[in-house]
């Protein structure tokens, strides 16, 4: 007679891989100060700094001059990208026409721009992993501010997998959007520099 213990069998059924919602939820509540994504799987937590701040608040008045203050620009807010990606744009501006899913978040087509500014912890995934992420889901305009090196990558016109348009513009002179559906000029000429 075998004896068959249902309990490790089940137990051995279960996956070892953890939900996006899962991994955020055993990290509630993040320390008052910082900010916690979620990139390939792993989680980034990185103080929020005034340097940091001051860019983040630069981009998101251009983007309530041009569009009104009802413009749906968002940061720090989650959105998942794919597999092992919630990430917390540092600006994020969704469509007009965007509204929440059935369970009251933000999906990738609804993102029109994002601007992601450099900070070192969180280099190193702005510039690869969350920027090959934004291209797969076809975010159509993708801006990196670095106020280490004091330049703005444009990352624009996303086609398989990849943005196919490329922009490097100096601190001190305008990022011109007036060619992608944001159709503003970004003034940089204030961005402080780390």
């Known amino acids: 007679m075998t004896v068959v213990d249902t309990d490790r069998i089940d137990m051995a059924d279960t996956s070892d891989e953890r939900t996006l919602d899962e991994m955020f939820e055993w990290l509630d509540p993040t320390p008052e100060g910082f900010k916690v994504e979620i990139v390939e799987g792993t989680v980034h937590m990185s103080p929020q700094q005034d340097t940091h701040w001051e860019i ?21 807010v989650r959105i998942d990208f794919g597999e092992g990606n919630g990430f917390a744009p540092d600006v994020m501006k969704l469509f007009d026409e965007s509204a929440k899913d059935s369970r009251g978040r933000w999906l990738p087509e609804h993102v029109e721009f994002v601007a992601e500014v450099i900070s070192k912890g969180t280099a190193a995934a702005d510039y690869g992993p969350k920027k090959d992420a934004y291209a797969a889901a076809g975010i159509p305009v993708f801006l990196i501010v670095d106020p280490y090196t004091g330049r703005c990558l444009l990352h624009s016109e996303p086609k398989d997998a990849g943005y196919h348009k490329k922009l490097v513009v100096d601190f001190g002179i305008d990022v011109d959007l007036t060619a992608t559906s944001v159709d503003l000029v970004l003034k940089t000429a204030a961005f402080p520099r780390d």
């Open 56 to 76: 983040i608040r630069r981009i998101v008045r251009a983007l309530e001059d041009r569009f009104g203050m009802d413009v749906k620009a968002l940061s720090d």
